[in-house]
């Protein structure tokens, strides 16, 4: 008998173990976004250790000050409240910084209170938008290459992405520009319609380093305005912008404050992607659909990161436009990186995008796809294939672009990878080596 109940007790636990995977499977609104380039590809640094151009971030240390100011922060003794919850919507200080900051660069008051979000990070601030003002059944345009987030926070909302790319105009005897990538302004307005909730714009454009015109952007306005439509303005790069070109805030355009909530990313500004902490600007109206998701799902930030980003801010706001101005020296130096880059990538038989702001580059390696197993890794798309056998073979990691597209138009990147140059010289020089080498010895 009682060998009897033994068995009927074990057997009931596995009967269990299927009843629970079977109930819990992944809920449908998030299935189809389970594969994600940055979970496999981070994974596959730590595994495989290669020079590292993949996920966007310096390998250097930031500026001393701005580690100096959490430092400082952290070890005030004078002030407990530093350790503590900041305020929901974003900790004084910096919703102040925040708001002197940019009522200058768009030209209107902030209001700090009502007109400003710190989130954790731009990825918070996207979901908070997104998610508060997209409905079951909202269409939303994205425009492509798009950092890969925005497809599956649409979805999640229960909203339906409309995509339309970026293509690459055919240009001969010299490389592309990302500013060679435009939209069709007809395929654009066609998507246009009554349920066009809102538009999603990413200038400056990661991965392409693409920035918006102010023809193209006046363009989108219109479109905005016309069919009375949202425009979600992902400006994290908005520091990296290499001259002539200059990075135009669309909520400045006449008629779109009204309409416009827009991103930055401190992880950006700083060079300090892990502090994840980020900001939304955007009217009162809109902005309280976005509180409704903060306040109930994260609530608030880190309270020494906000200070210490506050503090970061105030300093730079005094010697704005000089040299010495951390805004001013990223751009500079990012645009010798990138003619660094453009240049051995050029060497060795790739041919680059080459950008205009931002800190990433999309090069075409098909001239060098004999070099490479394509059959070693059974991945859909050639650029995973691609980059997959680098980071085992080679020791360079880029990222596969086609993941920034939606799948009828992976093609237009699918013979790319696209590499980070927000890195110290040394490791610019470093990959220069391996390619060199890489071209020299392989068959
Ligand atoms: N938008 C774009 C275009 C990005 O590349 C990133 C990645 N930094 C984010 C938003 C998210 O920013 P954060 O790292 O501050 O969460
Ligand atoms: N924005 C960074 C990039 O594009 C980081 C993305 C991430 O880690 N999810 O590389």
């Known amino acids: 008998m009682k060998l009897v109940s033994t068995v009927f007790k074990h057997f009931s636990k596995y009967m269990k173990m299927s009843e629970i995977n079977q109930k819990f499977v992944l809920p449908q609104r998030y299935t189809g976004s389970e594969p994600s380039v940055w979970t496999e590809y981070i994974q596959l640094a730590l595994d495989y250790k290669p020079l590292n151009l993949g996920q966007g971030f310096p390998d250097e240390f930031p500026p001393k000050y701005v580690t100096d100011t959490l430092v400082e922060v952290a070890k005030d003794r004078s002030d407990y409240t530093i350790h503590q919850y900041a305020r929901g919507f974003g900790h004084p200080r910096l919703i102040k910084a925040l708001a002197k900051l940019y009522s200058k660069l768009i030209g209107r008051q902030i209001n700090e209170r009502t007109e400003i979000l710190v989130c954790i990070g731009g990825y918070e601030a996207l979901f908070s938008a997104i998610s508060g003002h997209t409905d079951v059944g909202d269409e939303v345009i994205v425009i492509e290459p798009y950092f890969d987030c925005y497809e599956p926070m649409i979805k999640y909302a229960g909203g339906i992405p409309r995509f339309i790319p970026l293509r690459p105009k055919e240009v001969s005897g010299r490389l592309l520009s990302s500013a060679d990538w435009v939209l069709n302004k007809e395929e654009l307005e066609s998507l246009f319609n009554e349920k066009t909730k809102m538009i999603i714009v990413n200038s400056p454009n990661n991965p392409l380093g693409k920035v918006f015109s102010m023809e193209e952007l006046t363009f989108i306005a219109d479109l905005c305005k016309k069919w009375n439509v949202l425009c979600l303005s992902d400006e994290v790069y908005e520091w990296m912008v290499f001259k002539p070109h200059k990075h135009i805030r669309i909520a400045t355009l006449p008629g779109m404050w009204e309409r416009t909530i827009t991103i ?71 645009e010798a990186k990138r003619d660094y880059m453009v240049n051995f990538l050029v060497d060795i038989g790739m041919k680059p995008t080459i950008p205009d702001a931002g800190y990433f580059m999309l090069a075409d390696w098909s001239a060098l796809e004999s070099k490479v197993d394509m059959n070693s890794e059974n991945d859909k798309y050639n650029d995973f294939r691609f980059t997959k056998w680098m980071t085992k073979n080679v020791g360079l990691q880029g990222i596969p672009p086609s993941a920034f597209f939606s799948s009828p138009n992976k093609y237009l990147a699918e013979h790319c990878v696209r590499y980070c140059y927000m890195k110290k010289t040394e490791t610019l020089k470093q990959a220069e080596d391996i390619l060199k080498q890489w071209k020299a010895t392989a068959k």
């Open 264 to 334: 930055g990313s401190g992880g950006k500004t700083f060079s300090v992607t892990g502090w994840k902490v980020g900001w939304v600007y955007c009217p009162e109206n809109l902005m309280k659909n976005l509180h409704i998701v903060h306040q109930n799902s994260v609530y608030t930030g880190v309270t020494p990161v906000q200070v210490a980003t506050a503090i970061a801010f105030e300093i730079e706001m005094e010697r704005m436009e000089s040299d010495d101005c951390y805004f001013v020296s990223l751009a500079r130096e990012l």
